[in-house]
């Protein structure tokens, strides 16, 4: 089985790029999670879709953050422009319905911004 | 806001012991608490969840507890193996919403030969 697949596992890009991170989510799971690790501030939680509508947002740090799912198998999170401080890793996880389901999660797309 | 805490001190422990995590929960009471493993440049992997009525959950070398007065949940490892270093983090949940849950920090376990 097909685990969830990020792309692309590094990205190095210059201050004021957009940054497009792409996910697939593993068939048939109905949640999917953008989440950003950093040292300093652990595993947060960007944003979070069920079946494809974006359900809270509460976690996009500022306007330059957009996510999109535009069906069940794809999702992006889009930075425009970068700054430096957006360097992180960032995970996507999936899981199916129904309460205290564990997440599954992709290896992540380490992110720098010079 | 709801907060949960692991120690973010590394964890150093000879092979053969048994290695217990800590995390402890804030200003919530989660009605349940997940732990996943995470290794170096890989995303978590599900290990455990506890529900809020369990005392405690074991699978092969893993042992989750759960203390509702305590706020806190431990994680043990027996008979560790240098195979269990990484990095451990726990979750409570639901969090704000259905499926959300919260993320420790983690915690690194090194298991030394």
């Known amino acids: 089985d097909a685990g969830v697949i990020q792309s692309p596992r590094h990205e190095v890009t210059e201050m004021g790029q957009e940054v497009t991170l792409r996910c697939k989510p593993i068939?048939?799971?109905?949640?999917l999670f953008w989440y950003r690790q950093t040292m300093m501030r652990g595993l947060e939680l960007l944003i979070y879709?069920?079946?494809?509508?974006?359900?809270?947002d509460s976690g996009m740090p500022e306007d330059r953050f957009s996510a999109k799912m535009p069906n069940a198998s794809f999702s992006t999170l889009k930075i425009q422009p970068s700054e430096p401080r957006d360097s992180a890793v960032y995970f996507c996880?999936?899981?199916?319905?129904?309460?205290?389901?564990?997440?599954?999660f992709g290896d992540g797309t380490r992110l720098s911004i010079l | 806001s709801q907060k949960i805490e692991q120690n973010s001190e590394a964890l150093n422990i000879q092979e053969g012991k048994t290695a217990t995590l800590t995390c402890n929960y804030t200003?919530?009471?989660?009605?349940?608490l997940q732990w996943y493993r995470q290794d170096p440049g890989r995303g978590p992997v599900f290990l455990l969840l506890?529900?809020?009525?369990?005392k405690e959950k074991r699978k092969e070398r893993l042992k989750v507890t759960f203390d509702t007065t305590l706020k806190q949940s431990l994680f043990h490892i027996t008979a560790s193996q240098p195979a269990d270093s990484a990095t451990y983090l726990c979750?409570?949940?639901?969090?704000?919403?259905?499926?959300?849950?919260?993320f420790g920090t983690g915690t690194k376990l090194q298991v030394i030969p």
């Open positions: 996880a999936s899981s199916a319905t129904g309460g205290n389901q564990p997440q599954h």
């Open positions: 068939s048939g799971h109905d949640y």
């Open positions: 879709f069920n079946n494809n509508v974006p359900i809270d």
């Open positions: 200003n919530y009471s989660p009605a349940y």
């Open positions: 506890i529900r809020e009525n369990e």
């Open positions: 979750a409570q949940g639901p969090s704000g919403g259905y499926q959300k849950v919260t």
